[in-house]
């Protein structure tokens, strides 16, 4: 399956750049870079290293914290680049998606970006233990989703979804956003 871009620009709202801030929550920002190969289109995610403090061994989309006055699209652009090596100057940002709440306590604005040149992945030693590419066509079937009971409310849902996939599980934040990612391009719909 590939996307065709300009369906994509039209289904996702526009690439605001501003913060959504709310009081109590810290900005963050991630990226959804979407990348076209022989077989169809990929998303590409990070495998969190598994002696980090926070979020250890998770899967995720490459992203951060805000740091000083940079608009979201930079932070999430920087942080890209930062972990995973993949250059601003080599995207074409498609749209923004609905900002979410992290249970560690950041508002998250999520970017959908198709990479322009050949990837030449460099993860973050630091942080990053593999990067790797999930085929999006694969995702569009229902059987390979499930739901587990959220821990925390102050996310604002009940049930968080998870992909497993290629014998990896893509849930949480990060399951959530894919889920946000899929409805908003009319691929599928994982249900509630």
Known sequence: MILDDRDLRHRLPPPVLDWRTREGLRDAAVLLPLVQRPHGDVLVFTQRRADLSSHAGQISFP??????GEDALACALRETE???????AGMD?????????SIAGHLVA???ARVRTAPDYRPLESEVAEVFELRVGAMTDASLWSFRPAKSRSVGFTRIPALDLDGRCVWGLTGVILRDFLRASATFDPGD
Not at 93 to 101: E, S, W
Request: charged letters at 30%.
């Open 110 to 112: 999520a970017f959908v």
């Open 63 to 68: 992203g951060g914290g805000r740091e000083g």
């Open 82 to 88: 930062e972990e995973i090596g993949l250059p601003a």
């Open 93 to 101: 940002v498609l749209g923004r998606l609905p900002d979410r709440i």
